[in-house]
């Protein structure tokens, strides 16, 4: 007799779609300018004042009234950055001005530093040779040239990254409107299991899984809440995916997802809340469980991811990254995809699309991605992780694909 599993295969992309489906944006929340980064911002930001907002010379040299022309004249004043001057320019005469300072009343350009001489450094007022002919507004960025008043310099929706951050410091947004960064708690399960601190006893390997989601949650903008190892039993399991369930938006387990019969994990979740899918056609990861459960602060996803490394973090990358994306307020939470030519043959799964793992680089003779494999790509394998930036979608077919074709890359690193 065969066992089969009660769960029906879905594709990745219905996989997909059930689950964003269930992952919500919750309200907006304020945050310190110093910790939204990656977030993705919750309210149109309009520039209460002009930059600069005053004229500001762009260049060390002097400030100058431009129909003087080139010529001598005394310096009557010099003004830098952060001060104002208390001299007007008037005919006939320059002021020493550094990069930055306010343009002082009279002057309409500034002559730079390598367009003049100083003739008497010791007088008390010192003579200037201008030997530039400067034009009105020289060397001069006008009140409002990089923003202006009212200008909408960031939109509801956009990612706060070094140069948004920028942007919110010179409108004065400390407190900023964001969403939230999801919490994702994360579980191993497996009596095999050990901390990575532990010499191994027979039978036993270390818990690859959570130092490496962890890690990934950060990577993509998660707050990780670690919740430990779970031994194989129905109690230790319930009381950690409870706590999980408490603790964070998003739960993940590892392990016991299969058809063992200390598989725990998807009988627990049917039984805490409704189980979505339990099996995608996809290699790795068939076994991958998404189920959802309603607690008192709200409704909560969850994710078992099978055991095995490869398969964890893969299905890491294709369903929990997306569903985080979303819940962060991302507009469009999928992964960026863009075409690769294989730098080698490789060979199809006739039952189901494959998920390789493979490094991209560009091809700068060819103008395209070249994508190479990391390798063998058993998925107990982390080594076929290593130095992957993308996860090329091989199509569920038979026979290979050949070096040159051109395949779609999920992107999971920077390229
Ligand atoms: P399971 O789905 O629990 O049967 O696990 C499948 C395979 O993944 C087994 O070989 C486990 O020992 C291994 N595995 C499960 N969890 C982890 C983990 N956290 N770290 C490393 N390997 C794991
Ligand atoms: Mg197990």
Sequence with gaps: MTTRSPYSMLSVEDALDITLAQAHTPAPVHRPLSDVRGAILAADIAAREPLPPFPASTMDGYAVIAADGPGDYPQIGEVSAGALAAFTVKPGTVAYITTGAPLPEGADAVVMI??????????????????QQSKTGANVRQVGVDVEVGQTVLAAGERLDPAEIGLLATAGIIDVPVFPRPKVAVLS?????????????????????????????????????????SGDTQEALELRVHRGLTQADILLTSGGVSMGDLDLVKPLLEHAGTVHYGRVRMKPGKPVTFATADVERGRRLVFGLPGNPVSSLVTFYLF????????????????????????????????????????????????????????????????????????????????????????????????
């Excluded at 450094?121 to 010192?126: E, G, L, Y």
Aim: glycine share 8%; with cysteine.
């Design 320 to 415: 929990v990254v997306p569903a985080l994306r979303k819940m962060a307020g991302w507009q469009d939470p999928h992964l960026r995809q863009v075409k690769a030519r294989l730098a080698q043959p490789l060979p199809l799964d006739a039952y189901r699309p494959e998920y390789h793992r493979a490094t991209l680089t560009w091809d700068a003779d060819q103008a395209c991605f070249l994508a190479a494999s990391t390798g063998i790509q058993a998925s107990s394998r982390l080594l076929s992780m290593r130095t992957a930036n993308a996860l090329l979608a091989l199509p569920q077919r038979e026979g290979t694909m050949a070096a040159g074709e051109l395949v779609d890359a999920l992107l999971i690193g920077d390229l």
């Design 189 to 229: 399960t497996g009596d095999e299991l050990i901390e990575p601190g532990e010499s191994l006893g027979p039978g036993q390997i270390r818990d690859s899984n959570r130092a490496m989601l962890l890690a990934a949650i950060r990577a993509v903008g998660g707050e990780p809440v670690d919740l430990g190892i």
């Design 114 to 131: 390598e367009e003049t001489e100083r003739l008497d450094a010791a007088a008390d007022t010192p003579r200037i040779r201008i030997n």
